[in-house]
């Protein structure tokens, strides 16, 4: 027994020397560049033919040639298409939220029209309910919250009163289509375009704030949020990890981690009324070029690093610098450059995992080497220039996705569909399924309520659960059981469980007890038979 632990114990402590003597000559080895610049995400989309395919009646859009092409190289046929019911239900959560009203069912089946689907898709793209889904998908990614994950100074009147504000925009944003460059330069820049806007610079202002702010490395901490969300969050790239030491496996360094933190060391935050109405926002401060500080040690301090942009992104060989201010609206316009051949594949790719439920790179924050590979290359590349070509509209894409053969596909039970040989089958999210009680029961609140969040358990609110107070500290149990992401950091998408508490859940609680009592008594003056029918379709 004795011989076994001290073996173990040498086992363990040459896998330290291992660790520590072996990834420090890992990150510190030479980069490449021009090599580095060959993997697949760094090089530009390509452009090209659209593919050949066997079935030439199938495609409704030229996105579904790259799919049945795909397809016929397995010797895989699509499914047949899903019928009217499951297509206006599908329709109807994807692009807002919300289960079908019982009359738009029987509307929708009765009619003869040969463009009813087609003209359907415009009314649910057009209805407020739309920008109120897209912010349930981009809220997380921008780890949107009220309050703090720490007791102490835990006081959401002093951090974040007006955190509404943002989502507020976030979904205005999506309802108005605004063009995804200008989604992203307002977010990073709004005061550099005037007031109208500034609840968008929520998506830096919101994020985690720390006790004992004036100290260096709790002011680190802070900087390493924000540069983590931004460039996970608009280019799928883990930079972060390139806080202490080159990144291990992708082409950044820490100098590039430090360039990028300068940016946000470079801001203070804070709140600013226009009218009535009071915004959580950053402005420039004293302008800070960081020095690296070695192995994240804010005490050791290396070479100063001027603020700038990745290097493996830049045009020629040397990292792009910003002079003008914080740098923060350069950041922007880096990001959005045409050059870049991340960002527009990165929503791209986070837009057709909302719709399809399977993003074409699965790990849709993670570009890099150790991330997944698309499923169809050539699919994203050609939406991804689409998406630029025609003007960032998010409305478009989305628009363009449900309408082809492939999304119109019925359901496949395939445990492995990377092919889309169907329509992959979906849990409801946290929000949706809450909704969807309401909706059945005929209390959802459907006007914007305005105003500050109410908790998702407050027996008083019927609002959509897109407005309820999302907590660091002490996320609500019934999202934190029905996997809503942790909103201390960036999320880059959410994970599906089954579990006891769940169905606990469902069976006990007095939310889903008063919806069922108050669905009981809906439709009274109907006969038996009738009313069974009708709360059937009310439900499913």
Not at 218 to 230: C, G, L, M, S
Not at 418 to 428: F, I, T
Request: proline share 5%.
């Amino acid at each position: 027994m004795v011989r076994n632990i001290f073996v173990q114990s040498r086992v363990t402590v040459f896998l330290l020397i291992f660790v520590v003597g072996i990834f420090p000559v890992l990150a510190e080895k030479e980069i490449v560049w021009k090599k580095a610049r060959e993997f697949w995400s760094f090089q530009p989309p390509r452009s090209g033919p659209l593919p050949e395919v066997v079935r030439k009646e199938w495609p409704r859009k030229d996105l579904d040639r790259f799919v049945l092409r795909r397809l016929e190289d397995a010797g895989l046929q699509p499914e047949s298409e899903a019928g009217k019911r499951t297509l206006l239900r599908r329709l109807s959560f994807d692009l807002t939220g919300l289960p079908p009203h019982v009359d738009e069912v029987e509307s929708f089946l009765e009619s003869k029209e040969p463009q009813a689907y087609e003209k359907l898709v415009d009314r649910l793209l057009a209805r407020p309910e739309f920008g109120e889904r897209l912010a349930s998908m981009w809220l997380p990614v921008m780890r949107y919250a009220e309050d703090q994950a720490h007791q102490v100074g835990n006081n959401g009147k002093f951090f974040y009163p007006h955190a509404h504000q943002y989502r507020k925009w976030v979904i205005a944003a999506f309802n108005r289509d605004l063009a995804f460059d200008q989604f992203v330069r307002l977010q990073l820049a709004a005061d550099y375009h005037g007031e109208e806007d500034l609840a968008a610079l929520g998506f830096i202002g919101l994020g985690p704030q720390y006790y004992n702010r004036g100290r260096l490395d709790v002011q680190a901490e802070e900087w390493e949020d924000r540069v983590d969300t931004v460039t996970r969050g608009f280019l799928g790239l883990t930079v972060a990890c390139a806080r202490c030491h080159d990144h291990f496996y992708d082409p950044i360094t820490t100098e590039d981690y430090h360039a990028m933190a300068g940016v946000f060391a470079s801001v203070s935050m804070d709140s600013r009324k226009v009218g009535e109405e009071t915004f959580h926002v950053v402005k420039d401060a004293k302008v800070r070029d960081l020095n690296v500080f070695i192995r994240g040690n804010v005490e050791d301090k290396g070479a100063v690093v001027p603020r700038g942009f990745l290097r493996v992104l830049a045009n020629g060989e040397e990292r792009q610098t910003f002079g003008e201010g914080s740098g923060r609206r350069e950041l922007a316009e880096a990001i959005i450059d045409p050059g870049n051949p991340l960002t527009s594949r990165v929503m791209v790719n986070r837009l057709w995992g909302e719709i399809f439920g399977v993003p074409l790179v699965k790990s849709a924050s993670n570009f890099g080497t150790t991330g997944d590979h698309p499923s169809h290359p050539l699919l994203l590349d050609y939406l991804a220039i689409k998406f630029r070509e025609e003007g960032w509209s998010m409305k478009a894409l989305v628009r363009e996705m449900v309408l082809s053969a492939t999304y119109r596909q019925a359901s496949t039970r395939r445990e492995d569909n990377a092919l889309l040989a169907g329509m992959n089958r979906r849990r409801l999210s946290a929000e949706m399924l809450r909704d969807a009680m309401l909706v059945a029961s005929g209390e959802l609140v459907f006007t914007d309520p305005g105003g500050e969040s109410l908790k998702v358990s407050d027996k008083n609110n019927l609002r959509r659960t897109v407005y309820a107070r999302i907590s660091r500290k002490e996320l609500d149990s019934f999202l934190r059981q029905f996997d809503y992401p942790d909103a201390n950091v960036h999320a880059a998408g959410r994970g599906v469980t089954t579990t006891p508490m769940q169905k606990l859940y469902l069976l006990n609680s007095p939310f889903v007890a008063a919806r069922a009592a108050r669905l009981a008594e809906a439709d009274g003056d109907l006969g038996k038979e009738q009313r069974i029918e009708r709360l059937f379709r009310r439900i499913l």
